[in-house]
């Protein structure tokens, strides 16, 4: 599953983002708001964009604002509320002043940026990661944004197998469900 190279990083950080930035579960544990959140939230872009550069407090913070709310459009996907995530993306986009632009930097090749006018780091993430869910929501793959289905964990996820049924976050989780079903039958694998 392949959106376009530029669109795939984006969504790639909302999901970063999201799971970096929120507070919930993830794999059987508690999982707090981050106590570096300069630190979460370069991570939580780095799952796109590798080579982010760091991340201010002030610039954290914003970012933390925007993943709570990009945590409710996959939460709306996941329980089958396509048009309460599409009306929370479109939301975003109208504030941050989404807008495409081609742009070529740091040895790319031209590519899309969605950044508002006169934006900050912040914004302009906001607006890419609304766009790119937007893509991704308005088009017939908009099953492949989901939450975690294992027990006690939240994080969220972005489905780009061949087959588009993924149900964990990761394998981590993946397998806790495993062993919980042959420990249930009573095979300890």
């Not at 899309?112 to 017939?140: K, N, Q, R, Y």
Request: charged residues 25%; contains cysteine.
């Amino acid at each position: 599953m392949d959106f376009n190279s530029h669109a795939d990083a984006i969504v790639r950080v909302a999901v970063g983002l999201v799971n970096e930035l929120t507070p919930g579960e993830r794999r059987g544990r508690a999982f707090p708001p981050p106590r570096d959140l300069a630190t979460a939230a370069a991570e939580g872009l780095r799952t796109g964009y590798p080579n982010h550069r760091e991340v201010t407090e002030g610039e954290a913070g914003e970012l933390a604002e925007i993943a709570a709310r990009l945590r409710g459009v996959f939460d709306a996907v996941a329980t089958g509320d396509i048009d309460a995530a599409a009306l929370q993306v479109n939301g975003l986009l109208e504030e941050t002043r989404a807008r495409p632009l081609l742009d070529r930097h740091d040895g790319e090749p031209w590519h899309l940026h969605f950044h508002g006018p006169g934006g900050t780091m912040a914004g302009d993430w906001a607006a890419s990661c609304a766009t790119g869910l937007a893509i991704v929501l308005g088009s017939e793959f908009h099953d492949r944004l989901g939450v975690c289905t294992a027990p006690h964990c939240d994080r969220v996820y972005v489905d780009v197998s061949r087959n588009g049924t993924r149900r964990f976050c990761g394998t981590a989780c993946q397998n806790r469900v495993k062993t919980a079903a042959f420990r249930a039958r009573g095979r300890v694998p």
